[in-house]
């Protein structure tokens, strides 16, 4: 039978997206099939599979630590919040519906059938399946109709190891809290637990270990010590863009074993919009030692001495520009633009950036029409068809290799789209101002090429690329070897594996 294990956690953020990645790429190199699986994901990062879907960006990056490629079935219920209290529900790698909180839970029988068929389709092909949960399965208030956690753990058979956060604080009552609260059914199927990010001597935590084991009868998997290069995998979740990252060196001064730039870094400014959308286009950037990336938050300006403004994704177009003009960073683009400074929008960052979004059927929201910011001359109108796909093709600037995916609602037109950004697949894609200091895309992750980030950044006055810095694929996946070596030495790992395979 097929081996399968379940990674839930204490809370929310504490680590169990990395510690599944990990695990996948150490049992993948040990020779055997591993395939990830999230029964129920809420990000507004996703990832397009090669068959035309959706599925979380964890997802995506544990496929790649198991050596596979990712599939609708890998995350089958994906929610991406529109509002503070309705989400998108995106069923294996499509568009269902848009539900408020309170009627999402009338979905969840029928989302769980379909759950479960995609679970067995990834066991019949892996010889062991890491799950990954969501939030905390000591949220027993939501346990009724659960399909992220026990309910899902219950109704597979899957035996559950689960992750406290030392670095936040408390995780002895962490872990022991979460059992008491537990029903004594959805208790039984924890094997054990690890205890994550810790800084310092793990010898020190032995005790805490054994008082752990004691009240709970559960067993220790180990500590996991702080792993320093998480921040170089793509995040998830967005409220990790306002955590700092204290790895990263500031000013993009020798970051990821490069020289610092001889010129100062290009200064690029990315406003933490409300409802951002797959941020980690700016990963690259962010790594890369010729720049300085600042994500600016709610309640300040942008700079005034930025060389880039970068509008990102949206999953409300229309929600944000209202949000951008409350914040008065409308007044700061423009102000940026008259000094001469450039603008890149990004999927609806790009829609922003048009004369007016109109979403006439309430794709998004209410129907209506929103005035863009102005900078570039084409307008976009919501549609219900949400184009899905992997692109590639050179840019029609720098003549350099992308390749990337579109992931986006609404059809964008006019006169600007006679100076395309990129020439994908062979059709023109985006569009771009008579000066070319205004331009917007369609495409995602095309900050990952390194022969085009390069050629960009020079554009923007950056120092010349460093032939002996390492590629931005390259640091993800020497991160995640890095990754499975740190939980191979600190784990048990070969205790885990013998859960897995012993089922319930």
Known sequence: M?????????????????????????????????????????????AVTADGGEIGRAQALQARAAGVAPSVHMNPVL?????????????????????QARDYHRLKPQLMEAVLDSFARLRAEADLVLVEGAGSPAEVNLRA????????????????????????????????GT????????????????????????????DGLRLI????????????????????????DAADLTRARAADA???AGRDGAAAPARPPVRIACPLISRIANFDDLDPLRLDPAVRLEMIPPGRALPGDADLVILPGAKSTRGDLDFIRA????????????????????????????????????????????????????????????????????????GEAVEGYEIHIGVTEGPD??????????????????????????????????????????????APAHDSAPGYEAQIDRTLDALADHLEASLDVDGLLEVARAGV
């Open 179 to 206: 059992q008491a609260v537990l029903d004594p059914a959805d208790a039984a199927l924890i094997r054990g637990f690890i205890v994550n990010k810790f800084r310092g001597d793990p010898a020190l935590f032995e």
């Open 327 to 398: 914040q008065g960073w409308d007044v700061d683009i423009l102000a940026h633009w008259r000094r001469g400074g450039r603008v890149l929008g990004i999927c609806g960052g790009y829609q922003m950036l048009g004369r007016s979004v109109a979403d006439p059927d309430g794709v998004e929201g209410p129907p209506g029409e929103t005035p863009g910011l102005g900078l570039l001359d084409v307008t976009t109108v919501m549609r219900p068809d949400k184009r899905l796909t992997l692109a590639r093709g050179r840019c029609a600037l720098t």
């Open 250 to 252: 500031p000013d993009g």
């Open 417 to 462: 789209r006679v100076r395309p950004v990129f020439e994908l697949d062979g059709r023109a894609e985006g569009a771009s101002s008579p000066d070319g200091r205004v331009r917007g895309s369609y495409l995602h992750g095309m900050f990952a090429a390194d022969g085009f980030r390069a050629a960009f950044l020079r554009m923007l006055g950056a």
């Open 2 to 46: 097929t081996a399968t294990l379940m990674i839930q956690g204490c809370g929310s953020n504490v680590g169990k997206s990395a510690l599944t990645a990990g695990l996948a790429r150490l049992f993948a190199r040990r020779g055997l099939r591993v395939r990830p699986f999230k029964p129920q994901n809420m990000s507004n990062n996703a």
């Open 145 to 176: 109709g659960d399909i992220a956690n026990m309910g899902f753990a219950r109704a597979a058979h899957v035996p559950v190891a689960l992750v406290g956060d030392i670095d936040r604080g408390g995780v002895i009552a962490q872990i022991v």
């Open 213 to 236: 084991e004691q009240r709970t009868g559960w067993r220790s998997f180990g500590v996991a010590p702080w792993f320093p290069d998480a921040h170089r995998l793509p995040a998830e």
């Open 79 to 99: 929610l991406k919040p529109e509002t503070d209290r309705g989400a998108q529900v995106i069923l294996r790698g499509r568009r269902l519906t848009t539900a």
